[in-house]
């Protein structure tokens, strides 16, 4: 496997030289140049992506990264820390919207736990890759070591080597963690930047004086990690979390392999924003998945320059939304591979 360093040193700029041709033939299909709207720009991307003129898309996978925060000692969360614990249970059995909508696409999940406080079982679709019991409270220190950010960031670049190496041509992100959104919106805050205000929500549903003193927790934590916040490993060690950690990972490890990751929602696209300054390449292997209704989600986007495939006010995590959106690229590659061209089927062509 991959070191951290090798992986990053191997994520090169997507090769562009068959663009003229995929266009060529996105152009050639029987319907008006460009009238499939973006589905024909999520076919191209995906063909440069994958260096092919005759692009496979048949393995999918969303792996569901699962951690506890320590900063959820402050009240920034309305459901308690062991809903994490809970939750992951729930995934395993196959009952949780993410096993709803994946079943529904035919996508394989795995659920990883690198940091929930508790021991689970072995049990099917459970990868153990434990690296403490949930992160320090990051509002009186470093939420890790660099040695616990960087063991779960290996993590997630093991996971995306492995799917690769087992055939999978396109990955999904997904997240588990009570408290969250609240070292999310640090690390947005600092790697923006941006102000702590304008990046911070409700997460699972707190009420105003709950934001405000999120708020307040989120400011306190970045004053006092100040020393650690001008590298983007340090800073996610800083104020981070070990999901986060490992979610950066996997979008790593994917793009050094050329395979296309689907970004789910806000907490995946904090961990996207921590990679993409790892390496400045990073950004055009991810697909935004949708644009998350939660507050800071708009900031994000508006900072970052995203363009989020779906718009539709859903904020729960697990890898919804990615499920949704592999969902639209694979129609894509269906329409690119599957449909008639004007070449082929005799039918006329404008002008």
């Known amino acids: 496997m991959k070191t951290i360093k090798e992986t990053i040193e191997s ?10 041709e995929v266009n060529a033939h996105l152009d050639d299909l029987t319907k008006p140049p460009g009238s499939l709207g973006n589905l024909e720009e999520y076919a191209r991307r995906f063909c440069l992506i994958t260096k092919s003129t005759k692009p496979i898309l048949n393995k999918k996978k969303i792996f569901t990264f699962a951690a506890d925060h320590g900063v959820a000692e402050e009240g ?34 795995t659920v990883v736990d690198v940091g929930v406080k508790g021991e689970f079982e072995d049990l099917p679709g459970l990868v153990k890759k434990k690296v403490s019991h949930g992160t320090k409270n990051m509002s009186v220190g470093p939420a ?14 093991d996971c995306a080597q492995k799917a690769v190496n087992e055939g999978f041509h396109i990955l999904g992100t997904g997240d588990m963690g009570i408290a969250n959104t609240t070292p999310s919106a640090a690390l947005m805050a600092c790697l923006l930047p941006c102000d702590v205000a304008g990046i911070t929500g ?21 004053e006092v990690n100040s020393e650690l916040l001008g590298d983007p490993l340090t800073a996610l060690s800083a104020v981070g979390g070990l999901e986060i950690a490992a979610i950066c990972g996997l979008i790593l490890g994917a793009a050094s392999n050329k395979t296309p990751v689907v970004v789910d929602g806000f907490i995946s696209s904090a961990a996207a924003l921590v990679a993409c300054k790892m390496s400045k390449n990073v950004k055009e292997y991810l697909f935004f998945s949708h644009a998350s209704a939660e507050k800071g989600y708009a900031k994000f986007s508006e900072i970052f320059k995203v363009d989020a495939m779906l718009h539709l006010q859903m904020r729960l995590g697990e890898g919804t939304g990615a499920a949704l959106a592999i969902s639209l690229i694979e129609a894509s590659v269906k329409i690119y591979n599957e449909m008639a061209t004007f070449s082929s089927a005799q039918v006329s062509n404008k002008g």
Do not use: W, Y
């Not at 994520?11 to 003229?20: G, N, Q």
């Open 76 to 109: 920034v969360s309305a459901f308690p820390q062991e809903v994490t614990f809970q939750m992951v249970l729930n995934m395993l059995n196959q009952t949780a919207a993410i096993n709803v909508l994946s079943q529904h696409h035919g996508i394989e999940t």
């Open 202 to 222: 409700i997460g699972t549903g707190i009420d105003s004086a709950g934001v405000e003193n999120k708020i307040k927790v989120i400011e306190k934590s970045l």
């Open 144 to 157: 890790m070591t660099i040695e616990e950010t960087e063991q779960a960031i290996q993590v997630g670049i």
């Open 11 to 20: 994520i090169s700029k997507v090769d562009r030289a068959l663009e003229k």
